[in-house]
């Protein structure tokens, strides 16, 4: 069965239609898979709408769905018109690169390179890659507490198991001792992922590589309890060389994922939210260009909107706050596509965001100096925006972020005292 490649807001019909990345066929299988699946929801955005008896509308999600019959869903982010799956799935495969926490160099490689797989395979290859210059390094081995009935003494004796021996067993010694063992709990989630990747992927490059560390790892035995074994995942200077590995397990194995698909089923299939992608990958980009003595906060949580009855209420949380001295900067990203020609429609900026840019200013900024709501550089938005003035001293911007160039474009004059950032221009970062 073919792979279904679409895009957000993709629509999904059992109908026969000429597959695009905005409309396609689904099997009814999978069709109804897909209704379930949004029924047995009970956190996070909703995944799709259905729109008909047999058509469905998706969300503002991106990722892979597997359903139970084999039907494998690629949903890519809609950053342009172009009917082309691949600049489309180098940008998601660079912004789940920097969602994961991975060191900037192996987010921007991610980036460089030619996707012509699914998100699945690349993922898989990912884990394969790091797995493989891990066993390079070598396992992490540990000791292993063993007791057993031996004919030769080994270790300690079990004093007090020994004297309750039955006289007909007189001979077997009931022994205590160390093996020194790769069986530990990292080691066991790397062989669970490991066999999972192996019965999965369909890429011949993935399915030689995972074979042959299957190899390597054949004594080890597999996590039967995954979410108690990443709790006992260590991370010290003796586990270094683990890291690189420990983001692509955990998502092949579905944990501390922004959004996960859960149930009876277990195919491959993860999704992540395109607001917070967006927003990650933002202020991984701003915390690297921070000036000396600045700083990032994330989703800060000082201030609320009003106070009742002594208690706070109606948090007031901006996306990304930068600090320097006793001056700050609120902003927020939004995952949406501005059209820089239409002032009469307000440009697509909902009212709501400045009402909420209006609070921040008066509580973390008091109510002075200037703001930023950040959208993704489009066709029709490729400039910042003229400033809107709140109220004496008080202005919000509204600026794009060029995902392909990699850089925030800023105003010829922000204000006379720019943001906190290294910038070699005055037009871009």
Not at 114 to 136: D, N, Y
Request: proline share 6%; glycine share 6%; net charge positive.
């Amino acid at each position: 069965m073919n792979p279904i490649v679409v895009r957000e807001y993709a629509y999904l019909t059992t109908s026969l239609v000429q597959n695009t990345l905005d409309h396609a066929q689904v099997p009814e299988s999978a069709f109804d898979w897909l209704c379930g699946l949004e029924e047995r929801r009970t956190k996070g955005g909703r995944l799709l709408s259905v729109v008909g008896r047999n058509e469905l509308q998706l969300r503002s999600f991106v990722g892979v769905l597997e359903s139970p019959c084999g039907q494998v869903i690629e949903i890519l982010p809609k950053h342009h018109d172009l009917d082309d799956p691949e600049p489309a799935r180098a940008l998601m495969c660079r912004l789940i690169a920097g969602a994961l926490n991975l060191p900037p160099h192996e987010a921007d490689e991610a980036g460089l390179r030619l996707f012509r797989t699914p998100l699945s395979e690349w993922i898989m290859g990912r884990f394969l890659t790091a797995l493989e210059h891990l066993l390079k390094r070598g396992l992490r081995f540990d000791y292993l507490r063993v007791e057993e009935e031996s004919r030769y003494l080994r270790g300690q004796l079990d004093i007090a198991r020994q004297l309750r021996q039955p006289p007909h067993k007189g001979h077997l010694l009931h022994i205590r001792h160390d093996v020194f063992l790769a069986n530990r709990p990292e080691n066991r989630l790397l062989k669970k992922a490991l066999d999972a990747v192996a019965r999965r992927t369909r890429d011949a490059q993935n399915w030689r590589l995972s074979h042959e560390l299957s190899g390597v790892l054949r004594e080890l035995p597999a996590s039967q309890d995954t979410e108690q074994d990443f709790r006992k995942w260590h991370d010290d200077r003796l586990m270094v060389h683990y890291r690189p590995v420990k983001p692509w397990c955990e998502l092949i194995l579905r944990q501390q994922l922004p959004h996960s698909v859960h149930g009876d089923w277990r195919g491959i299939s993860f999704l992540f939210p395109m607001e917070r992608l967006f927003e990650d990958y933002v202020a991984r980009w701003i915390h690297r260009h921070l000036q000396n003595g600045a700083r990032l906060v994330t989703q800060a949580r000082r201030h609320s909107l009003c106070r009742h009855r002594g208690r706070e209420m109606f948090q007031l949380r901006p996306d990304l706050l930068l600090e320097q001295g006793d001056r700050r900067w609120a902003m927020d990203t939004k995952w949406k596509r501005l059209d820089a020609t239409a002032p009469a429609q307000k440009y697509g900026i909902a009212q709501g965001d400045f009402y909420q840019m209006f609070a921040y200013g008066h509580h973390y900024q008091g109510g002075q100096g200037d703001m930023a709501l950040i959208y993704p550089k489009g066709r029709d938005f490729s400039e910042p925006l003229p400033p809107f003035e709140m109220q004496r001293g008080l202005r919000l911007w509204v600026l794009p972020f060029d995902l392909e160039a990699k850089m925030l474009l800023l105003p010829q004059s922000w204000t006379d005292e720019p943001l906190p950032l290294k910038i070699t221009s005055a037009r871009a970062l």
